[in-house]
T-cell receptor, first 115, second 113 residues
């Protein structure tokens, strides 16, 4: 049973650039959530996608955008990168039609460094 | 507003000691879920347990046990007879009525041989 996968593992960008991170959900899951984890902090919710639409969003600027494809995989895009965007980006998948608050299972993350 | 507090930043123990990780939460919702996740150095968050707000029964899974007390808004996690492989950062999380996870700042557990 394939778990949540993310690519790339590591990424180095410079300020002002744009980046795209990718996530494939666990087999059977249709909902993808993205979190940002700064060093030494707990993960912070960015947004969640279900049925190819953004279902809810955390307190992140519009520079952070996403997409979900028909196969339920998802992308996180960040434009105009800032030094403060350096973090571990975690993707989590769950079952959207299950009871509310279905358990989210996480991928290994993408570590983004902005220079 | 929802909030999760993990007051213990770092705990160090010697193998075979018991250790308890504290978690205090705040929410105005009557229905909510609480979680514990483990984050080893590899970075992946590993799901450990989920409890709903209507089930205060304590749970034991091998060396792990959880104590949920609504009266004190706490959901504490105990590892019995700790092992070096238990070394990781442990996060407590709350799921509010919007289905997003709200995490605490984590407790780093170091188990020395």
């Amino acid at each position: 049973d394939a778990g949540v996968t993310q690519s790339p593992t590591h990424l180095i960008k410079t300020r002002g650039q744009q980046v795209t991170l990718r996530c494939s959900p666990k087999s059977g899951h249709d909902t993808v959530s993205w979190y940002q984890q700064a060093l030494g902090q707990g993960p912070q919710f960015i947004f969640q996608y279900y049925e190819e639409e953004e279902r809810q969003r955390g307190n992140f600027p519009d520079r952070f955008s996403g997409h979900q494809f028909p196969n339920y995989s998802s992308e996180l895009n960040v434009n105009a990168l800032l030094l403060g965007d350096s973090a571990l980006y975690l993707c989590a998948s769950s079952l959207g039609l299950a009871e509310p608050w279905d358990t989210q299972y996480f991928g290994p993350g993408t570590r983004l460094t902005v220079l | 507003a929802q909030k999760v507090t993990q007051a213990q930043t770092e705990i160090s123990v010697v193998e075979k000691e018991d250790v308890t990780l504290d978690c205090v939460y705040e929410t105005r919702d009557t229905t909510y879920y609480l979680f514990w996740y483990k984050q080893p150095p590899s970075g992946e968050l590993v799901f450990l347990i989920r409890r709903n707000s209507f089930d205060e029964q304590n749970e034991i899974s091998g060396r792990y046990s959880w104590n949920f007390q609504k009266s004190t808004s706490s959901f504490n996690f105990t590892i019995t007879a700790s092992q070096v492989v238990d070394s990781a950062v442990y996060f407590c999380a709350l799921s509010d009525n919007t289905d997003k996870l709200i995490f605490g700042t984590g407790t780093r557990l170091q188990v020395f041989p």
